[in-house]
DNA sequence: CAGAATCCCCACGGATACTG
DNA sequence: CAGTATCCGTGGGGATTCTG
């Protein structure tokens, strides 16, 4: 008999893969991070630099996204005794080699974003036209 | 030439590449769509079983996930005219080519979920390390 | 079995004002 | 310049109840 009908657990082709995913989702599935991270990619950031390459983020959000990802070491902060202070962000090569990972997904996007707009459209025609025909 | 301190626009590695990144994340990055396409990688599920293939997930969530999900293409939703009713769900190709992407980060967090546990212990140990020497 | 509808909480995040 | 502190609206999402 064995399995074919077995699917019991959490899942089956990933194991745990599912807590590392959510793992993840939570870390960089907030409004920010990755925008922040993508701008890293490029070259370090002070932070009034880092406000204005990331369009429509506040100071709030800014800081509160950096000390996240300081604090899981995907990114330096190196503050200079001066005055006026001036302090620079920088991706570790955690950071990076999420960046990488980030960039995969950037890259689908960029290449199905289309399709998925044009689904999306067709899908909301079928909704209304429903209405009008019933 | 000239550049080198030119960071004005938006970004400058990836132009609008930062709108695909979030339009990517404002539809997978809520608590539940990758793991619904995870688990549908696998194979095609009814509603029942994805109920209990993804833990924790309230049939509302499932239900809003499913149909977000199928509005953009990334799955198939097949009602079977019976009764008990039965309906089957199962990803699309592009939905496929998207659990490429994803599987991409989740395979960067099963190999540095731990490093990045670390990080956050040890930056935390510095925390309460401060208020103790302070 | 596969949802639809409703209620409601709370935390994500924006705006503003203040500080070293 | 590089933050911190506070207030507060919005909506994501959980629990529950009802239906075809």
């Not at 001066?82 to 960046?99: A, F, I, K, N, Q």
Request: include cysteine; charged fraction near 25%.
């Amino acid at each position: 008999m064995a399995a074919e009908r077995t699917i019991s657990g959490p899942c089956r082709a990933w194991p745990q893969d599912s807590v590392f995913i959510r793992e993840v989702l939570d870390r960089i599935g907030d409004k920010w991070s990755v925008l922040v991270i993508s701008t890293l990619g490029a070259a370090p950031l002070r932070y009034s630099d880092l406000m204005a390459s990331v369009p429509g983020i506040s100071q709030r959000m800014l800081t509160v996204t950096l000390k996240g990802l300081e604090r899981d070491g995907l990114l330096t902060r190196t503050a200079f005794p001066e005055v006026p202070p001036r302090v620079v962000y920088e991706l570790t090569d955690l950071g990076r080699s999420l960046l990488s990972a980030v960039m995969a997904l950037a890259s689908w996007a960029a290449v199905h974003h289309g399709e998925v707009a044009e689904n999306r459209r067709v899908h909301d025609d079928v909704g209304v036209g429903r209405r009008k025909a019933g």
